[in-house]
């Protein structure tokens, strides 16, 4: 019997209930995965803290896996091709994703590069494709300076990442401890805290820039905000996943996955960010991996603060936590 985490009330990731299930049988157009690793994102635990429209208890938790095809419906077909029993796929937008096997419409299902790592797999398509939509959402190009806030985190360091890959310039915010992560994936970091504003006008000039032609703020702090007001008129060109409260009141975008604008565009990000991933060109910043069973624990340690990385949740993981990288002051994303 396959067996999935579910919120049976509204309320904290402590009052989620680990029990057991069966998967439908898949029909036309879907498939059951086996999974071997599960995504942890802020809004797998947003997403079930309070009542939203539309959505009724129980309700499964988790919203991207890795995993092996272990059964196919009649007439399927996954994003990237036809799709067999014992596809190594990874599945994004999916509900009920901590689970140990799960059916799922094949329209939100690619195969997994052999290259890419499975856990690396199970947390790339939520970071990748809001990271994607946010330079998409200021027009950024080739040749322009952007500030991003929160450059160290799993979205900021994809970020970095694309940004590079297309030629643009990116000044980003990070700890002290996190400096040499941003300027390893091209980025020139800069301090956040009292006096920031200052310390990125001095990296402007340092890099010969005009100024900031946009800035992204993964952080959202009240210092990302007014900094980003400060440096950038166009308000158009400053989009936040992390402060929906302040965009309101400014005038500034801000992007949630749940916006059916974000969605179409996510969903025809997802094979380029995969096969950038399988050449090698994007990776994903791994922190920790707990077993399924520990879900809310993971929670909690995402709670006290951005842990570095991403965290993962493996079936059948023994009880000692894997980890990666622990310190960090990155603060997490909200609805991504």
Known sequence: MARHWIASEWGSPEGWEFVEYAPTKPGPGEVTISVRAAGVNPAD????????????????????????VVAVGPGTTAVTGPVAIGDEVLAFR?????????????????????????EEGANLLLAGTTAA????????????TLLLHGASGAVGSIVLQLAALRGITVIG?????????????????????????????????????????????????????????????DRQRIVTVAAPRQAEEHGFQALAGTKPESGTFRDAAREDLVTLAGRGLLRVPLSRSYPLSEAPKAHRF??????????????????DVTEAHTESHERAGSDL
């Open 173 to 233: 915010t990070a700890s002290e401890a996190r400096a040499e992560d941003v300027r390893a994936l091209g980025g020139t970091p800069v301090r956040y805290g009292p006096g920031l504003q200052e310390r990125v006008e001095e990296a402007v000039r340092s890099l010969k820039r005009a100024g900031v032609d946009a800035a992204l703020d993964a952080a959202g702090t009240d210092e990302a905000v007014e900094v980003s007001l400060s440096l950038v008129s």
């Open 45 to 68: 635990a947003k997403h079930v803290a309070a009542p939203r429209t539309g959505q009724q208890l129980p309700v499964a938790i988790g919203y991207e896996v890795a995993g092996t």
């Open 133 to 144: 939509e946010m330079l998409h959402a200021v027009g950024a190009t080739a040749g322009e």
């Open 302 to 319: 995402l709670s006290t603060g951005h842990p570095g990385g991403k965290l993962t949740l493996v079936p059948g993981l023994e009880s």
């Open 94 to 118: 999916v509900r009920g994703g901590y689970a140990t096997e799960l059916t799922v419409p094949a329209e939100k299902v690619l195969h997994r590069p052999p290259s890419l790592d499975v």
